[in-house]
């Protein structure tokens, strides 16, 4: 069974989704916030699910805070990190420390829309589609390997709430998914730095990338 620890500072909507898909091989050992009012808290623990929080105001840098984090995420000796709406830019040392185990949901199409307000700034640059993208972490903010994206509408009466709302739906879709590719083993960097997926059992270097046709689901 692979342990997943899930990072979290609010809602946790992403989160409840991945333990809500009950990933085969899979198992959310904890969910720890950086905001101790962080709402997703309450869900983890109603389905008993360990909590913690590391508070980043008691920190004096970043680097203090970070230590402290990988701390008490490597109590859990995850096999995989989530960060499902963890709103703090890691250091380079976490995210190396984590490398090639480490996801990020990101509320854009990248490389479109790197950073914060996405569904604003999608609205305003006037694009037709919109949408997530689920990726592995590297030091450059949202710019790691990309494992799966979903793709949404941009429709002419969208305000950022309604556009934000149909990404999110996808978002919950997506996660799970890629979730469960890393924990079955399906996932691989190739050496240029992009994301293959392998069927099930595939040997390590024997892995393919799947062409998909238009109207086929991803799976
Ligand atoms: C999501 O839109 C995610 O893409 C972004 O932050 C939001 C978190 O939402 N990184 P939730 O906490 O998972 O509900």
Partial sequence: MKS????????????????????????????????????????????????????????PSREAFDAALAEVIDRYAPDLVVLAGFMRVLTEGLVRRYDGRLLNIHPSLLPSFPGLHTHERALEAGVRVHGATVHFVTPSLDCGPIVVQAVVPVLP????????ARVLAQEHRIYPQAVAWFVSGRLSIDPVGRVLLGHEGAAPGGMIVPALDDDQEIS
């Avoid at 899979?26 to 997703?40: D, K, L, Q, T």
């Fill in 4 to 59: 997943i620890v899930i990072l979290i500072s609010g809602r946790g909507s992403n989160m409840e989704a991945i333990v809500r898909a009950g990933i085969p091989g899979g198992r959310v050992a904890a969910v720890i916030s950086n905001r101790p009012e962080a709402a997703g808290l309450a869900f983890a623990t109603s389905h008993g699910i360990a909590t913690d929080v590391v508070d980043h105001r008691a920190y």
């Fill in 157 to 164: 009466d969208d305000d950022a709430d309604r556009l934000a």
